[in-house]
């Protein structure tokens, strides 16, 4: 049996500011980075084999302070980046839902549906997200396995190894580093843990991509 630990990085100054990530490389702030120590310490309690992560900084930084905690090292991939947004990254929410050149309404409230700018599509994204999962999970089969990633990817993932259609992206929410876990049994996979954030306590937690 496999368990594969999914955590969000660590606050940036966006996820303060309300704006639009995606794959713009903003770094952990001053929260994110304690953020990133509280859920490092919780996650000692956890056999973790190996870690895998985004290349974008604030997700990298986030892996690196658990690698040190628990001695194991961090494996990049462009394939864990969060979901692009294009033209949309760098604005506020509030500036994106003036625009009229893309429906973002259909993207908030059906998004499996939405045409976005970026990678353009929640299946586009999926398909390249857990092409890579499925490798790594291959490639360490028996271990437990850790992926630093982002809230949009975090949930993609989740959906794809339980089996659950798109149509649910929008029915949960994966806070800064929260920790959800999914066990893999020979072809049995459940869903133990999902956005558990006790360990932060009340350091300030923000819900932006």
């Given at each position: 049996m496999?368990?594969?630990y999914?955590?969000r990085?660590?606050?940036?100054?966006?996820?303060k500011e309300?704006?639009?990530?995606?794959?713009?490389?903003?770094?952990l702030?001053?929260?994110?980075?304690r953020?990133a120590?509280?859920?490092?310490?919780?996650?000692?309690r956890?056999?973790?084999?190996?870690?895998?992560?985004?290349?974008?900084?604030?997700?990298?930084?986030?892996a690196?302070?658990?690698?040190e905690?628990?001695?194991?090292?961090?494996?990049?991939?462009e394939?864990?980046?969060?979901?692009?947004?294009?033209e949309?990254e760098?604005?506020?929410?509030?500036?994106i839902?003036?625009?009229?050149?893309?429906?973002?309404?259909?993207?908030?409230?059906?998004?499996?549906?939405?045409?976005?700018?970026?990678?353009?599509?929640?299946?586009?994204?999926?398909n390249?997200?857990?092409?890579y999962?499925?490798?790594?999970?291959?490639?360490?089969?028996?271990?437990?396995?850790?992926?630093?990633s982002?809230?949009?990817?975090?949930?993609?993932?989740?959906?794809?190894?339980?089996g659950?259609?798109?149509e649910?992206?929008?029915?949960?929410?994966?806070?800064?580093?929260?920790v959800?876990?999914?066990?893999?049994?020979?072809?049995?996979?459940y869903?133990?843990?999902?956005?558990?954030?006790?360990?932060?306590?009340?350091?300030?937690?923000?819900k932006?991509?």
């Amino acid at each position: 049996m496999s368990k594969i630990y999914l955590v969000r990085h660590g606050e940036t100054d966006w996820n303060k500011e309300d704006r639009c990530q995606g794959c713009i490389d903003t770094d952990l702030n001053s929260v994110g980075i304690r953020q990133a120590e509280l859920v490092a310490e919780r996650l000692l309690r956890e056999e973790i084999h190996v870690i895998y992560c985004s290349n974008l900084k604030r997700a990298y930084r986030t892996a690196q302070i658990i690698a040190e905690k628990t001695g194991l090292n961090v494996i990049k991939s462009e394939a864990l980046n969060e979901i692009s947004f294009g033209e949309w990254e760098g604005l506020t929410f509030e500036e994106i839902r003036k625009r009229n050149d893309y429906d973002y309404n259909t993207w908030r409230l059906s998004p499996h549906t939405a045409v976005f700018p970026g990678e353009g599509s929640l299946d586009k994204v999926y398909n390249r997200v857990m092409k890579y999962v499925d490798e790594i999970i291959i490639r360490n089969s028996g271990k437990n396995i850790l992926i630093v990633s982002h809230g949009g990817v975090i949930k993609l993932i989740i959906l794809g190894l339980l089996g659950i259609g798109l149509e649910a992206y929008n029915k949960f929410y994966i806070a800064n580093t929260s920790v959800s876990i999914v066990h893999i049994d020979k072809d049995k996979r459940y869903l133990r843990t999902l956005n558990d954030t006790c360990h932060v306590g009340s350091v300030l937690e923000r819900k932006n991509y």
